[in-house]
C-alpha cells in the first residue's frame, strides 16, 4: 500500500472517531477539526453549483450544524464521512438553490444492531478512497464529466448522452456496494 | 418491500442525477419510491453517493469567514436538539409516496380520464408532472409517443406494452423513441405512479382533443 492511501485510510477513521465522539460527548474539539476540514470544501461545491460567496458560507455553516444535530445517524458501515457530508450539502443545495423538493426513498429496517459492524466500517472507508483514488487516475476528459453531472446540474438525458462517461470505473464499487447491502440485510 | 422480482430497474442516468440532486421533484418521487421497494437500486445509488462525496473531497477549499466556527456553534445551541422523526405510518404504499398523497391508496382523489382509466395527479414542481394511473384488467392507456421522458412505475398489479412485461416494482424508462399502449394485465388492475417531463403525444385524435383538459 502506498503512503498516500495510508494516510488517507487514517484520515477516514480520523473522521469517522470525530463524528462518534459528536454523538456520544457533544465534544467541541472533535467538532472543530472536522470543521476545518470539511466546511471550507463544502463552501467550494456550494459555490461551483452556482451559490455566491455569501449563501455559500451561510449554507456551509447550516450543513456543518446538521452534521452535529444529525451525528446519531451517522452509519459508516453505509457511508464515509465525505459521502454523508455531500448528501447534507446536496438537499442544502437543492433547497437554497433550485428551491425544489427532493423525496427521499423510505429508510430501510436495519434491525436490531445498534453498533455496525467493524469490518463492515473498515470495507466501506476502504472502498470509498479506492473510488477516491479511481476518479484521481481518470483522464482529465473524463473527470470533467463527472464533475459537471454532480457540480453543474446536467439533466438525467444530458447524462445518459455523455457517451464518454466512465460509469464502468465505478461498476466494481457498484457490486461491492450491493454485496455489502445484501450482507447487511441478512 | 424485498421479496418482490423486480426485472426492470433504474439507469445509471437516472441513479446519478437523483444523486447529484438534479432531477425535476416528480421524476425523485418516483426514483425515490422505486428505491424503496428496489434492493438493487439502493445499493447502486449508494455508490452514486460515494462518487459525490469524493467530489467534495476533491473540491479545492474555500476559506471560510472570520469567526465562522464560533457562528456555526451559535447556530448549534440556538437549535437544540432534533426533533425525533414523527412515527412512520403503517401503509401499503412506499413512505416518499405516502407522503405525496398524505395517505394510502384510498386517500386517493381519482378523476376519470375515460374507458374505465381513472389519474390522480400528485403535487410537484411544474418542471415535470407525477400521476397515478388506474387502468382496470385488460384495459388500455391510449396510444402514446413521448417527446420528453416518462417513467412508469408499477405499484400494484402489472402491464404489458410493446417493450415488454412490468410487475411491482418494474419501472419503464420511455423517451422519444418509443410510442407505446400499455395494456393492464387480465389478472387484476394495476395502479401505476407516472412521470413526465413534457406532455405526452397520443395518436388517436381524441385524446389529443382532450388533452389540455386532463392535463396528460
Redo the contacts between chains.
Keep these: 500500500m502506498t503512503p498516500t492511501t495510508d494516510r488517507k485510510r487514517k484520515e477516514n477513521e480520523d473522521w469517522v472517531a470525530c463524528i462518534s465522539r459528536i454523538r456520544e460527548a457533544q465534544d467541541?474539539a472533535a467538532?472543530?477539526r472536522l470543521?476545518?476540514h470539511?466546511?471550507?470544501?463544502?463552501?467550494?461545491?456550494l459555490?461551483?453549483s452556482g451559490a455566491d460567496?455569501t449563501l455559500?458560507?451561510e449554507c456551509?455553516?447550516?450543513v456543518?450544524?446538521t452534521l452535529?444535530?444529525?451525528a446519531h445517524l451517522f452509519d459508516p458501515s453505509?457511508?464515509?464521512a465525505?459521502?454523508?457530508?455531500?448528501?447534507i450539502?446536496?438537499?442544502r443545495?437543492?433547497d437554497a438553490l433550485?428551491k425544489?423538493?427532493?423525496?427521499?426513498?423510505?429508510?430501510?429496517p436495519w434491525g436490531n444492531e445498534p453498533e455496525p459492524d467493524q469490518a463492515d466500517v473498515l470495507a466501506l472507508q476502504e472502498?470509498?478512497d479506492q473510488?477516491?483514488d479511481a476518479?484521481?487516475a481518470l483522464p482529465e476528459k473524463q473527470r470533467v464529466l463527472?464533475?459537471k453531472?454532480?457540480?453543474s446540474?446536467?439533466?438525467?438525458?444530458e447524462?445518459?448522452e455523455q457517451t464518454g462517461l466512465p460509469?464502468g470505473t465505478?461498476k466494481s464499487?457498484?457490486r461491492l456496494?450491493?454485496d455489502?447491502?445484501?450482507h447487511a440485510?441478512k | 418491500?424485498?421479496d418482490i422480482e423486480i426485472k426492470h430497474h433504474l439507469?445509471?442516468?437516472?441513479l446519478?442525477?437523483?444523486?447529484?440532486?438534479?432531477?425535476?421533484?416528480a421524476?425523485?418521487?418516483t426514483v425515490?419510491?422505486h428505491?424503496?421497494m428496489c434492493?438493487?437500486c439502493?445499493?447502486?445509488?449508494?455508490?452514486?453517493?460515494?462518487?459525490?462525496?469524493?467530489?467534495?473531497?476533491?473540491?479545492?477549499?474555500?476559506?471560510?469567514?472570520a469567526g465562522?466556527?464560533e457562528?456555526?456553534?451559535r447556530?448549534?445551541r440556538a437549535?437544540g436538539?432534533?426533533a425525533a422523526p414523527a412515527p412512520r405510518a403503517k401503509s401499503s404504499l412506499?413512505?416518499?409516496l405516502h407522503?405525496?398523497i398524505g395517505g394510502d391508496l384510498d386517500a386517493v382523489k381519482w378523476r376519470s380520464v375515460g374507458m374505465g382509466v381513472k389519474q390522480a395527479i400528485l403535487p410537484?414542481?411544474r418542471?415535470a408532472t407525477a400521476r397515478l394511473l388506474y387502468i382496470p384488467a385488460g384495459a388500455a392507456v391510449p396510444d402514446h409517443g413521448h417527446r420528453?421522458?416518462e417513467l412508469t412505475l408499477v405499484l400494484q398489479g402489472a402491464f404489458v406494452d410493446e417493450v415488454d412485461h412490468f410487475g411491482p416494482g418494474d419501472i419503464e424508462i420511455a423517451?422519444e423513441d418509443l410510442n407505446h399502449t400499455p395494456v393492464a394485465d387480465i389478472g387484476a388492475d394495476c395502479i401505476c405512479l407516472a412521470a413526465t417531463d413534457a406532455p405526452l403525444r397520443f395518436r388517436a385524435l381524441i385524446p389529443r382533443l382532450a388533452q389540455p383538459f386532463l392535463r396528460i
Excluded at chain 1, 446540474?153 to 438525458?157: A, E, G
Excluded at chain 2, 446519478?16 to 421533484?25: I, N, T, V, W
Design positions: 467541541e467538532f472543530a470543521f476545518a470539511f466546511a471550507p470544501r463544502v463552501k467550494a461545491f459555490m461551483r460567496a455559500a458560507e456551509a455553516q447550516e456543518m450544524a452535529w444535530q444529525k453505509r457511508a464515509s465525505a459521502t454523508w457530508i455531500f448528501t450539502a446536496r438537499n443545495k437543492i433550485r425544489q423538493k427532493r423525496p427521499e426513498p423510505e429508510d430501510l472502498e470509498s473510488l477516491g476518479i484521481a463527472i464533475e453531472a454532480y457540480f446540474d446536467l439533466s438525467h438525458s447524462i445518459a460509469l465505478i464499487r457498484i456496494a450491493l455489502r447491502l445484501r440485510m | 418491500m424485498t439507469t445509471d442516468a437516472l446519478m442525477a437523483y444523486s447529484a440532486g438534479s432531477l425535476p421533484e421524476f425523485s418521487l425515490a419510491t428505491i424503496s434492493d438493487d439502493r445499493a447502486r445509488l449508494g455508490a452514486f453517493d460515494a462518487m459525490g462525496g469524493a467530489m467534495v473531497e476533491r473540491c479545492d477549499s474555500v476559506a471560510m469567514s465562522s466556527l457562528a456555526t456553534m447556530r448549534i437549535a436538539p432534533l412506499p413512505q416518499p407522503d405525496y410537484t414542481s418542471a420528453g421522458t423517451n
